[in-house]
Nanobody, 124 residues
Framework: QVQLVESGGGLVQAGGSLRLSCAAAGRTFSSSVMGWFRQAPSKEREFVGSITYSGNYTYYADSVKGRFTISRDNAKSMVYQHMNSLKPEDTAIYYC?????????????????WGQGTQVTVSS
């Protein structure tokens, strides 16, 4: 099991940037695929991107590709999501999640451990 705590959300103008952080605790973190998801009001939870436990491979939703970058520091048990060129439609609660195994998947049901989320609001 992995305990996750997100931080770094806030209010930013369109075109701006934010960096989200996810602090992890648990012995399985370094062997977990880590994902970022988001949920806007009245919408389903949406896959944003994911990174393998080695950090060598990442995969992003088309809606954020080229603007968001996920990285991880296994020595510090941290995962980051750098978000550039933010748009109002990026407004959502962002969640960090952990998945066992080595494959990246976008389906949230495969991710067992979740953080409490951090709010990102992008004003136009």
């Amino acid at each position: 099991q992995v305990q996750l705590v997100e931080s770094g959300g806030g209010l930013v103008q369109a075109g701006g940037s934010l960096r989200l952080s996810c602090a992890a605790a648990g012995r399985t973190f370094s062997s977990s695929v880590m994902g970022w998801f988001r949920q806007a009001p009245s919408k389903e939870r949406e896959f944003v991107g994911s990174i393998t436990y080695s950090g060598n491979y990442t995969y992003y939703a088309d809606s954020v590709k080229g603007r968001f970058t996920i990285s991880r520091d296994n020595a510090k048990s941290m995962v980051y999501q750098h978000m550039n060129s933010l748009k109002p439609e990026d407004t959502a609660i962002y969640y960090c999640a952990a998945k066992s195994g080595s494959y990246i998947v976008s389906n949230p049901t495969f991710y067992k451990d979740w953080g409490q989320g951090t709010q990102v609001t992008v004003s136009s």
